[in-house]
């Protein structure tokens, strides 16, 4: 079983930029799509980015399209997830976590297999 830890949280002020970090143990991560979600309180966790296992495809939620990358170093078992344009509507829990079945990027949580414990991000007005 994979271990993810989330890195790279914490506060800043609206327009400001932060790069998390996920950090997977073994080397099937490179067989696995990885992807970003979040969960702000009282909400339900929410999909905001995929990349595919060889990092060719990727996909985004539309509230940050544009603002959000996500990319990956499978030589260093690592994903990243560079938040630029930050609004307070992004505050969040974020997670990150991996599907290791084959087949297409997945948007919803039941998708996933393995997760993290959660980094959280607070973006002040």
């Known amino acids: 079983q994979v271990q993810l830890v989330e890195s790279g949280g914490g506060l800043v002020q609206a327009g400001g930029s932060l790069r998390l970090s996920c950090a997977a143990s073994g080397r099937t991560f490179s067989t696995y799509t990885m992807g970003w979600f979040r969960q702000a309180p009282g909400k339900e966790r929410e999909f905001v980015a995929a990349?595919?296992?060889?990092?060719?495809?990727?996909s985004y939620a539309d509230s940050v399209k544009g603002r959000f990358t996500i990319s990956r170093d499978n030589a260093k078992n690592t994903v990243y997830l560079q938040m630029n344009s930050l609004k307070p509507e992004d505050t969040a829990v974020y997670y990150c976590?991996?599907?290791?079945?084959?087949?297409?990027?997945?948007?919803?949580?039941?998708?996933?297999?393995?997760w993290g414990q959660g980094t959280q991000v607070t973006v002040s007005s």
């Open positions: 990349i595919y296992y060889y990092g060719g495809r990727t």
């Open positions: 976590a991996a599907d290791r079945t084959p087949g297409p990027i997945q948007l919803v949580v039941y998708e996933y297999d393995y």
